[in-house]
């Protein structure tokens, strides 16, 4: 199972102050320790408040680190910007996904499989794309199997109302959205808390897990969640 350590950016410093408020320093430090990846999200991109734009792109080459970046994104100019850039998987949004995906199939045959992915946000079952208000009458499940059936391989999950709260990841809405076996990968995110919860997610056959609070309040090191993961 692949680990996501976040760095999520809000007015050109890191949302959630740990030990730096500086980004790149973050995912530096990540690297150091171990790391091969990080979830790199500008939130003022995502919830319509403007973007950190030049910031995003010095993060890209200056952190030695596969960076998945995801915030607002979708458009293809868009997309093409940050991989142009040097980010290895961009993650598209859950509107733009469930609305349009024509666009998800032709970001798929322009960029490859292995550098697109989607975000699926939910809230009790329904999809509830961050920054808004809006539930989509459709499945978690039912996007995923509609978009893997385009040839996605890649998603994350994320139950909104467990996102920062150290409440525990939803794993049965994560594991629902692909048996095994189908080819559709599931990065689990929000409210990991502890190296248990870790453990669960592997345990449940999940490829991967995003942490963010839980790493900035030192409940565990990277280190730590490297070796639970295994």
Excluded: K
């Amino acid at each position: 199972m692949d680990l996501y350590p976040a760095v999520d950016v809000q007015g050109g410093r890191v949302a959630r102050v740990g030990s730096t408020d500086d980004p790149t320093a973050l995912g530096c430090a990540y690297a150091r320790a171990g790391a091969r990846w990080v979830h790199f999200v500008d939130l003022d991109r995502a919830y319509g408040r403007g973007e950190n734009r030049a910031l995003t792109r010095e993060f890209i080459g200056a952190v030695p680190l596969h960076v998945q970046v995801g915030g607002g994104l979708g458009a293809p100019a868009d997309v093409a910007e940050m991989l142009a850039w040097g980010a290895a998987r961009v993650v598209v949004g859950t509107a733009v996904a469930a609305e349009d995906a024509g666009l998800v199939h032709r970001l798929l045959e322009r960029h490859g499989p292995e550098r697109i992915a989607v975000a699926i946000d939910a809230r009790a079952g329904r999809l509830a794309p961050r920054g808004t208000d809006r539930e989509l009458d459709e499945s978690p499940a039912a996007l995923a199997q509609r978009l893997r059936a385009l040839g996605l391989r890649t998603v994350i999950y994320t139950d909104v109302t467990r996102d920062g709260r150290l409440a525990g990841p939803d794993l049965d809405g994560a594991r629902a959205l692909a048996p095994p076996g189908e080819g559709l990968e599931v990065i689990v995110s929000g409210g990991v808390a502890s190296l248990a919860d870790l453990g669960a997610a592997r345990a449940a056959g999940l490829a991967g897990a995003v942490i963010g609070r839980a790493l900035h309040e030192g409940r565990f090191t990277v280190a730590e969640a490297l070796a639970c993961a295994g």
